[in-house]
Structures are given as C-alpha cells and as structure tokens.
C-alpha cells in the first residue's frame, strides 16, 4: 500500500540530528513521532506523491502516526490544483493538525487563484473551536489579503478574536505585525485604541519592532504603544 511506501520512504530519508532539533520546537508533539526528514526533502517527495492516482488512498489515512507524515500532506494538499478539491482536503485535514509548523506550511497554491470564493472559507476557518484551525484561518487572511484585495473588515475579523489558546494569539500577533508592515495607516489605529488583548497587544509590538519592513521613527512609537501586564 501506498501508505506503507511512504512510510518506509520517509524513514530511509531520516536525520536523527534535525530530529533532535525539531522535537525542540514542537513541544505538542510527542517526541517518539518525529521522524527527522527535513523539509526540503518532503517537498520534494510531495511534488511527485501528488502526481500519483492512488495518492487519495494516502490522504484518507487519518489521523497518521507520524509528524513528518502530516507536514507531507499538507505539503500533498498545497500541490492540489482544483479549488474545490483542495478546499475539501484541507476540511478534511485540519481537525488533526496539532502543531504549529504543520499548520503554518499548508499553504494551498491555488488559493491565489480563487481569492473571493475562499474569504467564505476564512470566515468559517476564524470561528471554528479549534486552536490550528484558527489559526490556519489568520494565516490564510494574512497570506492572501494584506496587499491588493485588503479591506479594513479583514483587520476587523482578527481583532475580533478572543482565545486563552497561545497559537492562536501568536499568530494574530503575527498577523498584526504584518499588517503593520504593509498596511500601516490602516493597522495602526487596532495598536493605538488597544483592540487586542493586553499579551497580543504587545506581542505584535514587539514583532513589529523586530521587522526590517518597519520604519525606525514607526518602531519607537510602537514602542511607547506598549501595556504593562
């Protein structure tokens, strides 16, 4: 079975050194599951599973055992150029992702393509009761709408959410810190009038502070926009 061979693929293919490394940085994920097989490699090895017809039979697997099996199918599913299909895949999908990186690299090609029809998506992803779904929600909003189709409802829908969950406030930090960046004068009044948890808040600051797309005049004023704790 296909799975089977991807399995013995991906073990032929492990760095016990990155696994190390990568156990570090992933603290949801129990250290027994990471195989080690750096990314490069599993892009690599997604571009010509994709192509597979019985790729499906691989995808339907779920939940899979292994990290580095899921960071390869959200790497399988980024390589689906049918709209629906893909959308349908990552539905399917992201009620098992349990890690931020898993999360963070599921970035569907297509979508660029299909911009309007997955603001819908967006919306259902960002009110969804599941931390990496959320989260996938703000990273698809902050990927595919901080430039020529931004609207100020978007920065509005971050704003709006409210979660104890740490991925999920990073992430609209991290979303915040970027539309600092490239929308400034639209973001900066969220920053100004406090709109987001005190921790968030700051983080975005601190993000932003941190950004090389930021004026040095921009930064100290963030700066003194920060809250105490």
Same mark, same amino acid.
Request: net charge negative; charged share 30%.
């Given at each position: 079975?296909?799975?089977?061979?991807?399995?013995?693929?991906?073990?032929?293919?492990?760095?016990?050194?990155?696994?190390? =490394?990568?156990?570090?940085?992933?603290?949801?994920?129990?250290?027994?599951?990471?195989?080690?097989?750096?990314?490069?490699?599993?892009?690599?090895?997604?571009?010509?599973?994709?192509?597979?017809?019985?790729?499906?039979? %691989?995808?339907? @697997?779920?939940?899979?055992?292994? !990290?580095?099996? $899921?960071?390869?199918?959200? !790497?399988?599913? #980024?390589?689906?150029?049918?709209?629906?299909?893909? @959308?349908?895949?990552? $539905?399917? =999908?992201?009620?098992? @992702?349990? $890690? *931020?990186? +898993?999360?963070?690299?599921? #970035?569907?090609?297509? %979508?660029?393509?299909?911009?309007?029809?997955?603001?819908? &998506?967006?919306?259902? *992803?960002?009110?969804?009761?599941?931390?990496?779904?959320?989260? %996938?929600?703000?990273?698809?909003?902050?990927?595919? =709408?901080?430039?020529?189709?931004?609207?100020?409802?978007?920065?509005?829908?971050?704003?709006?959410?409210?979660? /104890?969950?740490?991925?999920?406030?990073?992430? +609209?930090? *991290? &979303?915040?810190? +970027?539309?600092?960046?490239?929308?400034?004068?639209?973001?900066?009044? %969220?920053? /100004?009038?406090?709109?987001?948890?005190?921790? +968030?808040?700051?983080?975005?600051?601190?993000? #932003?502070?941190?950004?090389?797309?930021?004026?040095?005049?921009?930064?100290? &004023?963030?700066?003194?926009?920060?809250?105490?704790?």
């Amino acid at each position: 079975m296909i799975t089977e061979e991807i399995k013995e693929e991906l073990f032929q293919t492990q760095d016990t050194v990155y696994r190390d =490394f990568q156990a570090k940085l992933l603290p949801t994920v129990a250290y027994d599951t990471i195989i080690g097989v750096r990314t490069p490699a599993l892009r690599k090895l997604a571009k010509k599973l994709a192509k597979r017809e019985d790729i499906g039979d %691989f995808l339907k @697997v779920l939940p899979h055992l292994y !990290f580095d099996e $899921n960071q390869l199918h959200a !790497f399988i599913i #980024s390589e689906e150029k049918d709209f629906a299909r893909c @959308v349908a895949e990552v $539905n399917r =999908f992201l009620p098992y @992702v349990d $890690n *931020w990186a +898993t999360c963070d690299q599921l #970035s569907p090609k297509v %979508f660029k393509k299909h911009r309007q029809e997955l603001l819908t &998506y967006i919306q259902e *992803w960002i009110a969804a009761d599941r931390t990496y779904v959320v989260r %996938f929600g703000i990273g698809m909003l902050m990927e595919h =709408f901080l430039d020529d189709d931004f609207d100020m409802a978007y920065l509005e829908m971050v704003s709006k959410i409210r979660s /104890e969950e740490y991925y999920v406030n990073m992430m +609209t930090a *991290w &979303y915040f810190a +970027t539309a600092l960046a490239k929308q400034y004068e639209a973001a900066l009044p %969220f920053i /100004e009038e406090r709109r987001l948890e005190p921790w +968030t808040h700051n983080k975005a600051i601190q993000k #932003s502070i941190e950004s090389n797309r930021i004026a040095k005049e921009q930064k100290l &004023y963030l700066k003194g926009l920060k809250v105490s704790l």
